[in-house]
């Protein structure tokens, strides 16, 4: 995997958290938006010397600076898990499917659907397809594919807004590995960045 390079932040950037970016921005995001009294702990747990007098700014540029791509990996996983771990699928959800102002496509309109609609068709190692209202949702964990072929999915998955048939499947695959899933797509809506880890295909993947 490449190491990324993180950049400072100027003030600028940061009123732009809703806008994905790559995923080399995730994690100052993250630590922008985590507390001193915390950012200062985990700066010493990751063996950074405290030194006194720093900004907020100021840590956090030294921790992108100096922590190893490893550590900064583990340290993205943590905040994420602090942030997330506790989090359930309908918060998850919540998060996912906020109303993105500046999209036409809107949310999916998840009234329309029970999950009583859907019928599992085939499922896998970490992979399901179901068959619903006439389109074919897959979640692959392993190939990491969301996939749906209604006409939402094509048009809303360049913002990785998922339908209602892909929400539909993610109530009804095993809760740990729809939270996989969630977890991913609302770290990319707030903090950008780690929806790129799916794939998200507009055209019947099976
Ligand atoms: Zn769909």
Redesign the pocket.
Same mark, same amino acid.
């Given at each position: 995997m490449a190491t990324q390079r993180y950049e400072v932040t100027s003030p600028d950037r940061q009123s732009q958290m809703a806008v994905p970016r790559p995923d080399g921005d995730v994690l100052s995001a993250l630590l922008r938006d985590t507390g001193m009294t915390v950012l200062v702990m985990l700066a010493e747990k990751y063996g950074l010397r405290r030194v006194p007098g720093l900004g907020k700014a100021q840590i956090i540029e030294r921790m992108l600076r100096r922590l190893s791509p490893e550590d900064q990996k583990r340290l993205e996983e943590e905040l994420i898990a602090a942030r997330y771990g506790q989090a359930s699928i309908d918060d998850l959800l919540d998060i996912v499917l906020e109303h993105d102002a500046g999209h036409p496509a809107g949310r999916p309109r998840l009234e329309e659907m029970s999950t009583g609609d859907a019928t599992l068709v085939e499922a896998g190692s970490r992979r399901w397809v179901y068959t619903m209202r006439g =389109?074919d949702?897959v979640i692959d964990l392993a190939g990491r594919v969301l996939a749906?072929?209604?006409a939402?999915?094509g048009f809303a998955s360049k913002r990785q807004m998922p339908?209602? =048939?892909?929400v539909t499947a993610l109530r009804l695959v095993p809760p740990v590995y729809a939270r996989e899933v969630l977890i991913d797509l609302a770290v990319a809506r707030r903090f950008g960045g780690h929806g790129s880890r799916w794939n998200f295909e507009g055209h019947r993947a099976a």
């Open positions: =389109h949702v749906c072929d209604c939402f999915f339908c209602k =048939h892909l």
